[in-house]
Every structure is written in C-alpha cells, then in structure tokens.
C-alpha cells in the first residue's frame, strides 16, 4: 500500500512536470503560481477518486491542462480552469471556493464546463440537440470554455476504451457529431483529426484497424519517396538561402475512410497521393515573397497542375489558415500535393486559435477568429425554436467553406460558400436584405438566387415597396438571411391573418352564425387546422373559399339539428379527439433545399406521420428514407452517414400553391410542344392543367396553365423555356 502510494504520487508530481514542459508560453511568476495553487487544489479535491481504467483520477485533469497548453496554446487562467474543470462538479469545492481562490475569470470558465457536463445523457436525437444547443449558448460567453471542452473529450477519447461498450459508441458519435466540426472551425485541425480518427476507431473498429494496417504497408515506400523529393529541391532551396524543413504529410484514417465512401473508391485509389509540405523560417516582412519564391523553386523542376493552386496567404481561411497549395507532377510521374507554408503559418494551421496570440501580441486580432466568432453569434442569435434543426443548421455552418465578395465601395466581404445576393444583402443590414428588389454581380443583374463568387463585386437594389418572399428561404443559406426572412414573413402572414378575420366576419353573419369561439373552434376542426391564425391566413389568401364556407355552413346546420333531434336517446359517441391528429394540409413531402418532390419510402423504425420534424436518408438500393427526427437511428445515421442526409419537411401544398399562366410565341417547328411539356412536366415536375398552341404562317402562340408553389418556379420555366430553339418570346400573364 505505501510502496503503491508513494509511486502513485512520484507519478503525479512527473506528469505535473510535464504539463508545462513543451509550452512556448512565457509564464510569469504568477502565472506559475495560479497554476501551482490549482494543481495542488484539484489533487486534493480528487485524491479518493479514481478514474474506471484504475488510475488516480487527477491524472486526467493534468492531462487535460496538457493538451490545453501545448496542443491549444492557451494561457495560465485556462490551464488553471482544466486542471480545476471537474472539481465543480464530482467534489465537495464549490463554484464560490473556486471564485474565491482563484477569482472571477477562472470561476466562470469552470462554471461554464461543468454546465455542459451536467447535460442530460438522454439518447433522444432532440435531447442531445437541446444539450448542444445549451453548450453552445454557454461557450459563447468565452470561447476558451469551448476549447478546454474540446481538450477534455480528447482526452475522454484517448481512454474511452475504458468504458462500457455501448458508451463508447455513444461518446464517440456525439465526437464525430459535434466536437471534430467545432475543433475543425477553430483551426484546431490536429486535434480534429485526432478526434475523427478516435471516433472511427470506436463506431466501426474493424474499417479503422483494416485502414490503420494499409497505411503502415505502406508507409516504407513513401518514406522513401519523401526523400527523393527532398533531395531533388534540397540544392536549390540552399543556393537561395532559404532555411526550410520538408515532412511527409499524412492523411488521417478518418479522412481516407470518407473519400473511399464519398466516391466509392478503394483504399488503394484513395490513397494514390503523395503529400509533403515545405515549412521555411522567414521573418515577417519576407513571408509572402519567401513562398512564391520556393513556389517557383519548386515549380521549376516539377511540372504543376495549374487547376490545384491554392493561395490561401493573399487571402486567408476565415479560422486563419494561411498556406500556399500545388500540386506538382514528382519523381516517378506520381502526383504529390506541395503545401508550403511559414514556421510561423505552420504553428497556426496546427494550433488555431490560441497560436495568433502568440504572434499578434495582444494587438487586437481582426483575422478570421473574429469573423468566425461573429457569425457564431449570429447562429446562436438567430432563435431557431426546434433544437434539432438548429444543430443542423449550425453544422451546416460549421461547414461550410468560405467566399469573399466586395462592396460598391470596395469592403471586403466574407460569406459562407454557396450564398446569393440575398444573403450579402441581410449580412450588410437587415434593412437592406428586407428591401431587397434585384442584385447585380459586376455591373450586370442577376436573379436573386445566383449564387456568388469569391472576387464578385455584390450592389443590392432596394426599394422601399419590397419584401422579403417565401421563394427566398429555398436559396438563402446564411442563418441571419434565413431568421429575418422568417421573422418578416410571419408579420406578412399576420397581416393577411387579420384580413381574413374581417372576411369571415362578414361572411358568418351573412350565413347567420354568430362569430365567436364556438364557431371559430368548430371550423378550425372542420377544415383541421391547428390555429385560428391558420383559418384566418387560408379565408384571407383564398385557399378557403366561398364554396368551402358554404359546404361547411349546411354541414354544421344539419349537425345541430341531428343533435336537437336524437339528445334524448342518443348516447353521443365519443368524438375522435386524437391529440395527434395533424392538419390534413400536411400532405407533401419535398426534400432539399428546393423543395423537390421526390420517391421516398416512411421508415418502419419510428413511422413518421404527416407533420413531424423528419429527415431524408439516402439508402443504396432503397431510395430516399424517412425518418423523424426523434428516430433511435437518427443520431447514427447524421453522424455516420452526414453526406446521405436530405432535409425534408412536410408541406401544405394547398397553401402555396397558385395557377400561373405562360404565353409563348416564336416559329413553329415539329417537336416543339413536345419539348415544351417535357421540360415542364418531367424535368422539372411542374403540373400542367391546360395547354393550348395555335399556328399560322409558321409562327405559333401558346398558353400554358401551370400549378406551381412560387412565383419563382414559373420565373425559372420562364428562363429555360426561352432557351428551346424557336422560341422567341415567353412572358408571365
Ligand atoms: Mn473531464
């Protein structure tokens, strides 16, 4: 027992060492000791505690400040709070000792880390999405809860095996769900990597060990291949006096796994590439020169592929990655990725975050950090009510790679890839996005959802007539354009609302109801709705007509009288008051991002019904599949299987949808109206209710009634019917 404890404590006192060994921090005296007074505080905290593989529990906070200080960066206040982040929670020191020992800034980062571990554990799809929801809320106080969050779960990763099997699958989906996209946001991408490796290994260990043992097969030969590219540059890169590291880069499992899934390829076609990167010394002033230049050393004597240049140093990644990127035709004909990069760009591409400290010296940072921070806000801003869709939209976010576009008056603009002029409209001011009329890209107009380019210079046209259309939520992809636009269009359909209820007003009284409660609550169940705001929308927009009202009005006549005549016998069945009932408008299906109405089968695992929060999954021989969002599957399927995953929601189509009238006209040839169908109909699934072509003298008039959901749908047949040969004119009526 003493031999035990006097080792285990020898133990402790070298990983201490450790922590703070390989730090390029310069700590002050005070620094060292907080950081003294939180190792000593934690060892005592956690001194009966041990950790389920057997080891004293205080070796995991100690690794966790570990990885915080050397892997992250971070300085003294957010070691202190890793070697402290489970005292809060497993230990009789609370919240205020901490406060009081260490002060304010600590106690906060501490109380921030033990509020997410307090989540629930429920497996739940929309409970896990509230507790990331939750998590994220709380990291946005101070980005370094998140980052000590993120060394934690390294950690936990790192000795997960420990753990009961069916934590471990849980754990590491939640890993490769969540944490290894916010490690990658933060430029964190080594231990992104080793987040997503780790996560493979324990959701699907036989593809992780197959992978693992190619790699080394092969890892003799790339060595080998390494050092002839070496040798080749090594004389010239010195003639230049350019002082210059080169390594082999190596893809991670995680990484191989999902090319060999996403194209369906082999290992062996996957991991055809040779990859190296060049790491040189230079002192600021020379960075960029320095990198074109061994650029052009390098291209010298290997043929580039002028298609792969990447210059990420004119114009930085928005998590602050700078590199330049080529590949080059190596020795042997073999294609072999170049990225080259500064000792100082290296650091940071490795590290994230915490590294522009180290460089910028407190100068306050305008580099990407802090547009990323913004738009995160902005995410978390924007109050998207079911968590599992703001999960979703938030990894969509987290995702998605950057462009940049210009002002009129030349300011640079950063906007997610794959945003349209509606989108820069709402990041300027949410006045502007809500008078957007038209766009124009370099001086030329485009329609609203043309999607932008990096470099295009971006002019919205505004109007104080316009508004935001429901058309736009099918092309916007920023969260901020998406939550104004919902927001504006809530207070359209109020407005609509309120004239309905004056419609309807008049008209119970010409049918001789009484407006009221009673009558409201009768129609809303006739016409199953859920609101009366519902009733009021469809009788102010014309879904609910006349002839409706009407039919409606004999019915609930005869109802009354059949319950006059038969009370006194009439032992009243109970009425079907289903609580699930839905609104029968709930009666379509569409999927992606332009609501296309595709073949799809309801899963049998949770059944979805009309009206529930659903996701579409991509199966190999099954075509698309349905589930809720609630589904026991769900969780697996988005964090496995992330790039099979199609929104889909339940429509009304009887609210959106509205007649619209094309004519056309040009020179008649044979084939024509056969196009014309065809194009609407099967390409583009578009209902034809009435067509009508006449001819003479070899010219033609047609008209086309066509059922469609948004005006935009008729604009867009308009723009590709003009594009048929022998068309020549096709206008709206
Ligand atoms: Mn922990």
């Not at 693992?212 to 390494?226: A, C, F, H, N, P």
């Not at 990894?395 to 906007?415: C, H, Q, R, W």
């Amino acid at each position: 027992m003493a031999t035990k404890e006097v080792s285990e404590n020898t133990l402790i006192a070298q990983e201490y060492k450790n922590l703070l060994r390989n730090t390029y921090l310069s700590l002050s005296e005070k620094d060292k000791k907080l950081i003294r007074l939180a190792f000593e505080t934690a060892v005592d905290a956690h001194k009966d505690q041990r950790r389920k593989s057997g080891e004293p529990y205080i070796l995991h906070p100690i690794a966790v400040a570990q990885i915080v200080a050397d892997e992250i960066g971070l300085g003294a206040t957010s070691i202190a709070a890793a070697l402290l982040h489970d005292v809060a929670e497993d230990t009789s020191l609370t919240l205020d000792d901490i406060e009081l020992m260490f002060g304010k800034e600590v106690a906060k980062i501490v109380d921030g880390l033990t509020k997410i571990s307090k989540l629930s554990k429920d497996k739940r799809v929309s409970v896990q999405a509230e507790n990331f929801k939750k998590m994220l809320l709380t990291m946005n106080d101070d980005v370094r809860v998140i980052l000590i969050k993120i060394a934690d779960r390294l950690h936990n990763m790192m000795t997960l095996e420990f753990m009961p099997e069916e934590k471990q699958v849980r754990i590491a989906s939640e890993t490769l769900y969540i944490y290894a996209p916010l490690a990658h946001r933060v430029g964190m991408y080594n231990i992104k990597s080793q987040l997503e490796d780790l996560g493979l290994k324990f959701t699907e260990p036989e593809v992780f060990a197959d992978i693992e043992r190619k790699i080394k097969d092969s890892e003799e030969e790339r060595l080998e291949y390494i050092k002839h590219f070496k040798e080749e540059l090594q004389n010239h890169l010195g003639k230049e006096r350019i002082q210059f590291e080169i390594e082999g880069r190596f893809k991670s499992i995680y990484s191989i796994r999902k090319k060999m899934q996403l194209k369906n390829k082999r290992f062996n076609e996957v991991f055809d590439r040779f990859a190296v990167r060049i790491i040189y010394k230079s002192t600021p002033k020379n960075e960029k020169f320095l990198a074109w230049k061994i650029y052009s050393i390098v291209t010298d004597h290997f043929q580039p592929n002028p298609t792969r240049l990447r210059d990420w140093i004119s114009s930085p990644k928005s998590t602050g990655y700078e590199a330049l990127h080529i590949t080059v035709v190596g020795p042997g004909s073999k294609w072999v990725e170049v990225q080259i990069r500064s000792k100082r760009m290296h650091e940071i591409a490795e590290k994230g975050y915490a590294a522009h400290f180290k460089y910028k010296h407190g100068s306050k940072d305008e580099g990407g950090m802090e547009l990323w921070l913004n738009r995160l806000r902005e995410v978390l801003e924007s109050q998207e009510a079911d968590a599992v869709d703001f999960v979703k939209e938030f990894k969509l976010n987290l995702y998605a790679s950057e462009i940049f576009v210009f002002t009129p008056m030349g300011d640079l603009k950063s906007l997610p890839k794959g945003a349209t002029p509606v989108d820069f409209a709402f990041a300027i001011h949410s006045e502007v996005g809500e008078k957007t009329r038209g766009a124009r890209v370099n001086g030329k107009i485009v329609p609203l959802n043309h999607p932008l380019n990096s470099g295009d210079q971006v002019e919205i046209i505004t109007s104080e007539a316009a508004k935001p259309s429901t058309s736009w939520l099918d092309f916007v992809i920023t969260a901020k354009a998406r939550s104004a636009i919902r927001t504006s269009l809530r207070t359209e359909e109020r407005l609509i609302a309120d004239e309905g209820k004056e419609l309807l007003r008049r008209k119970l009284r010409q049918m001789k109801f009484k407006f009221g409660d009673r009558i409201i609550n009768a129609m809303i169940t006739y016409f199953k709705l859920k609101t009366s705001l519902d009733l009021y929308y469809r009788i102010g927009i014309g879904t609910i007509d006349n002839k409706m009202l009407k039919k409606f009005a004999a019915e609930e006549n005869n109802r009354f009288w059949q319950l006059f005549r038969r009370r006194p016998t009439d032992k009243a069945k109970p009425k079907s008051t289903d609580a699930n009932q839905v609104s029968s408008f709930y009666d379509m299906l569409v999927f992606g991002k332009n609501q296309e109405t595709l073949d799809y089968t309801l899963s049998p695992c949770c059944s979805p019904i009309p009206g529930d929060g659903v996701f579409g999954f991509v199966s190999i021989n099954d075509g698309i599949k349905v589930h809720k969002n609630e589904c026991p599957n769900a969780i697996s399927l988005h964090s496995n299987y992330g790039y099979r995953i199609i929104n889909a929601k339940w429509i009304d189509s009887s609210k959106g949808f509205f007649t619209g009238i094309i004519r056309l006209s040009g020179i008649d040839r044979l084939g024509l109206v056969n196009e014309v169908t065809h194009l609407i109909s099967n390409a583009h699934n578009v209902d034809i209710l009435q067509i009508q072509f006449d001819t003479e003298n070899g010219t033609f008039t047609g008209q086309i009634k066509l059922h469609v959901r948004h005006a935009s749908t008729l604009h867009m047949l308009i723009n590709k019917l003009e594009k048929i040969t022998g068309i020549d004119k096709v206008v709206r009526d």
